[in-house]
């Protein structure tokens, strides 16, 4: 037995392996082949999905031919804006740039009440402040990065999680 094959058995990471390897078939399954997007940009995260393959979904090394933040004619920020208010016009949606002019928040209301808060951001922000603010406010929160190499954050892509965190 190798070093390396040891020291998975002794700390348990061999089970966390084959934990993390069937997660992944699952996952492959629910979304009809292709893995689902993650959220969370860790090294973890990373070798997680590169052990997986690229989706075509809205990340991997080659840019899919559906529209998505980089083959659209105008900036990252007019593509998403451009998608919350066509396909979610049934919200009254407003966007607000933080003060150092890296991160915009969408805020998604209906009727009066908060439904929504998407935050893009680059991947090297540390934000956290308004991800737990929204959770002890009960409001949904999604976060799109909109620098983070591979990720085309494709029109479907970011129409699905929206609507899904709407819960439509």
């Given at each position: ?9 002794e700390?348990?990471?061999d089970?966390?392996?084959?934990n ?20 969370a940009q ?16 809205s ?41 150092d002019?890296?991160?915009?928040i969408?805020t ?61």
């Amino acid at each position: 037995m190798g070093f390396f094959s040891k020291l998975f058995k002794e700390t348990g990471l061999d089970e966390l392996a084959k934990n993390v390897s069937e997660a992944v078939g699952d996952l492959k399954k629910e979304f009809g082949g292709e893995t689902a997007p993650q959220t969370a940009q860790s090294s973890f995260d990373e070798t997680v999905q590169s052990a997986a393959g690229p989706s075509g979904f809205s990340w991997g090394e080659v840019m899919p031919a559906e529209e998505n933040q980089f083959n659209y004619h105008g900036t990252y920020l007019q593509y998403f804006e451009e998608i919350f208010r066509s396909e979610f016009a049934a919200y009254d949606v407003s966007r607000e740039t933080v003060s150092d002019g890296n991160r915009h928040i969408f805020t998604f209301t209906s009727g009066g009440r908060k439904a929504l808060v998407v935050e893009l951001m680059p991947q090297s922000s540390a934000s956290r402040k308004l991800r737990e603010n929204c959770r002890r406010e009960g409001t949904p929160y999604l976060r799109y990065y909109y620098d983070h190499e591979g990720w085309w954050n494709t029109r479907s892509y970011v129409t699905e999680r929206t609507r899904k965190a709407l819960g439509a």
